[in-house]
């Protein structure tokens, strides 16, 4: 399985969509039970994604519990009802429309982890939003193609990323939100980090460097 670096947002989030609806026999979402019940256990009327779910009834396949897919499915992580629906360009739209990337998908806004299966049931483009994990159940090649077809679908490659030239290649590719710079045996911060555009989120844990750049600090672009 290969790992998602980051998020995938915008325009690649609408296009890896479009590219799960065509490929993905299905895809799932989550409901966790304190999202939806109170601690009497009733049921809360006011859920913010209620409207969401009655528009994704008419591709609805079943629901499962916590219990049937636990160990199957990555989803299934903590208690719930987990809903399973087919794919269609029609639902694609509703997912688009709903969110603007794959880690939103987290309660109270939203159902829990957007997921896809392929035709074998298998978990395919695997998502759990809260912790900001993401995974391509696939071939070598098709998570190459995939990376090549969507900038934004940044893929964590351990064997060639450990080169911080080969990492911010990629990452300026892809603009992802966050990055880490870690065990790369820097002594100063790369004067490219300032093509990554899109960064809000910066974590440095390299024991030889011992100050910032002053342009770094003073950049506008960190979120307050």
Same mark, same amino acid.
């Given at each position: ?56 009834? @008419?591709?609805? =396949?079943?629901?499962?519990?916590? /219990?049937?897919?636990?160990? +199957?499915?990555? %989803? !299934? ?33 939203? @159902?829990?982890? =957007?997921?896809?299966?392929?035709? /074998?049931?298998?978990?395919? +483009?695997?998502? %759990? !939003? ?95």
């Amino acid at each position: 399985m290969f790992r998602l670096y980051s998020d995938v947002r915008g325009a690649a989030y609408e296009r890896l969509i479009d590219y799960a609806m065509e490929r993905a026999d299905t895809f799932m979402l989550g409901i966790h039970k304190w999202a939806t019940e109170d601690e009497n256990g009733v049921i809360d009327q006011d859920v913010l994604f209620k409207e969401l779910l009655q528009q994704l009834n @008419p591709f609805m =396949l079943s629901t499962h519990s916590y /219990e049937e897919i636990r160990g +199957i499915h990555s %989803i !299934a992580y903590t208690q719930g009802t987990f809903y399973r629906y087919q794919c269609a360009p029609e639902a694609g739209g509703l997912l688009k429309q709903a969110a603007s990337s794959l880690f939103s998908w987290v309660h109270p806004q939203l @159902p829990e982890d =957007l997921c896809f299966q392929n035709a /074998e049931g298998r978990d395919w +483009i695997i998502n %759990i !939003a809260h912790e900001r994990i993401g995974g391509l159940n696939m071939a070598t090649e098709e998570a190459d193609e995939l990376e090549k077809l969507i900038p934004g679908v940044f893929i964590h490659k351990p064997e060639y990323h450990q080169d911080i030239d080969v990492f911010l290649d990629d990452a300026i590719r892809h603009q992802p939100d966050r990055v880490e710079l870690m065990r790369f045996g820097l002594r100063e911060i790369p004067e490219r980090i300032r093509e990554l555009y899109s960064l809000k989120h910066l974590t440095i844990f390299e024991q030889d460097i011992r100050t910032l750049p002053h342009a770094l600090l003073n950049w506008n672009r960190w979120s307050h």
